[in-house]
T-cell receptor, first 115, second 112 residues
Framework: GAVVSQHPSRVICKSGTSVKIECRSL??????MFWYRQFPKKSLMLMAT?????????EQGVEKDKFLINHASLTLSTLTVTSAHPEDSSFYIC???????????FGNGTRLTVT | EDQVTQSPEALRLQEGESSSLNCSYT??????LFWYRQDPGKGPEFLFT???AGEEKEKERLKATLTKKESFLHITAPKPEDSATYLC?????????????FGKGTKLSVIP
């Protein structure tokens, strides 16, 4: 089945630094990738939609200058959390879909802790 | 605004005790309803897609059904390895729309 690989799985960084998270589709080309954030006992919250070769579309309330998304190829999207603060600590999950009506497949998430 | 409500929030079952999880939804035209399983510290794992009322899908001990207002995930004779959080999501109809709205999930614990 479709595999989405996300790295790193865990990262701890100091306040004010930037962190890059990678999301790769391993066995299919992903025309669209999505970045989610998940809080304990809450729904997955869509942050942005990433389209290969074009600018990402951010959901209302998500700061595009803080959460930089680059979808450089059909198999790779990156999320960079810039100038991270403790309130950015969360579980970030990417997902990807191929062509047609294929379902979303998710990476294993990245647990970000900002100290 | 699309909404997905899952119940119960948490469910404890004895091994072998069958039950159902509920997903109620409101959406401006349903393109698809999805069930995912999520283990702690992991991303969601795709289980089923349902497209129209009356449709059913099965996989091992799981069966998903769909009506115009809700979906059920039936778990028959569950085993401890079925313990996980089960997420329901809807995809609205509309050209180019693939954004899913998720419920908060049902945390299932199956006790040996």
């Amino acid at each position: 089945g479709a595999v989405v690989s996300q790295h790193p799985s865990r990262v701890i960084c100091k306040s004010g630094t930037s962190v890059k998270i990678e999301c790769r589709s391993l066995d299919f080309q992903a025309t669209t990738m999505f970045w989610y954030r998940q809080f304990p006992k809450k729904s997955l919250m869509l942050m942005a939609t990433s389209n290969e070769g074009s600018k990402a579309t951010y959901e209302q309330g998500v700061e595009k200058d803080k959460f930089l998304i680059n979808h450089a190829s059909l198999t790779l999207s990156t999320l960079t959390v810039t100038s991270a603060h403790p309130e950015d600590s969360s579980f970030y999950i990417c997902s990807a879909r191929g062509a047609g009506d294929s379902p979303l497949h998710f990476g294993n998430g990245t647990r970000l802790t900002v100290t | 605004e699309d909404q997905v409500t899952q119940s119960p929030e948490a469910l404890r079952l004895q091994e072998g005790e069958s039950s159902s999880l509920n997903c109620s939804y409101t959406v401006s035209g349903l393109r698809g309803l999805f069930w995912y399983r999520q283990d702690p510290g992991k991303g969601p794992e795709f289980l089923f897609t349902l497209y129209s009322a009356g449709e059913e899908k099965e996989k091992e001990r799981l069966k998903a059904t769909l009506t115009k207002k809700e979906s059920f995930l039936h778990i028959t004779a569950p085993k401890p390895e079925d313990s996980a959080t089960y997420l329901c999501a809807v995809q609205p109809s509309g050209a180019g729309s693939y954004q899913l709205t998720f419920g908060k999930g049902t945390k299932l614990s199956v006790i040996p």
